[in-house]
């Protein structure tokens, strides 16, 4: 039997990116697509076996993030409420636009960056599109980040096909740097049960050469030891205070990080891994990088 193979509505931003009056990239100049709804689809195997159900997804107007309307007729009140407050904090701290300066642009050291959400049952999606004056670039960056979302929205749908309780995705994304080659961004996501009172927190984060389109790691940048995360802890009381007492010092650097553009890193620690739920994600700065 031949694959059926799922498909993604994801709205993609397209078209060339102009200079206003002001010398700047205009958000205005970047058109977005939108698409139309379509039915659910059965994902099989090659035994014909259901594995998955697809969900029908919808391009929308919010691109805030903002969440208006119940993510699921299923969803209780109590539910509803705990998604809406954590998706409204994470929206409005969210940098969700960026219009670089015209030189900076042309010289590959920063990218245009607009929002794309994508609505549908059990899904409140906001992701970034970004426009590079090279098209390699742009299809780097947003090759790699759609695919994570994708990824995000397949494991959902798999594991709510024969949950007793099935589970409800919030997406969106924060940029943090954008200036000097280096492109970071975090995709933060948060996951919640129909019944449950709280949910668990997700941060991805993708730092980009904005010259090449390049995903960097924390070896590009001359890695981080041991000792230098420790001391940034401990140097730190409010920080300190956030990880369990039995998990300090910290035996091992987490992969999870972002840079500024003046390679300042941040060490990233999820939500419930070093310390308790309310601390949420832990967000550990430790300087400069070493190149």
Known sequence: MKHVLKTYIMAAL??????????????SDVEVVKVNAEPAAAVVNDNGDVVAVATPTEAHNNTTGIMTKRISQDI??????????ESDELA????????????????????????????GDRLHITYPTVTSVSPVVTKEINDRITKYVQTLQKNLEK????????????????????????????IKSYTIGDQ???????VKAFTFNSTSGK???????????KEVLNTAINEDEDLKAQFFPENLPVDKVPADFYATADHELYLIFQQGTVGPMSSGTIYVPVGKSKR
């Open 14 to 27: 397209i078209g060339s990116v102009a200079l206003g009056a002001n010398g700047l990239v205009q958000a």
């Open 215 to 225: 995903v960097l790691s924390l070896g590009d940048f001359g890695g981080v030891s």
């Open 76 to 85: 209780s009140p109590a539910t509803n409420k705990a998604l809406w407050e």
């Open 196 to 202: 449950a009172a709280n949910g668990l927190n997700t």
């Open 159 to 186: 594991a709510n096909l024969k949950a007793d309780m099935k589970e409800n995705l919030y997406i969106t994304y924060d940029v943090e740097a954008n200036d000097k080659g280096i492109f970071s961004v975090l």
């Open 92 to 119: 409005r701290e969210a940098d969700l636009v960026q219009v670089p300066e015209a030189n900076a642009y042309y010289q590959r050291l920063a990218v245009s960056v607009s929002p794309v959400a994508v609505t």
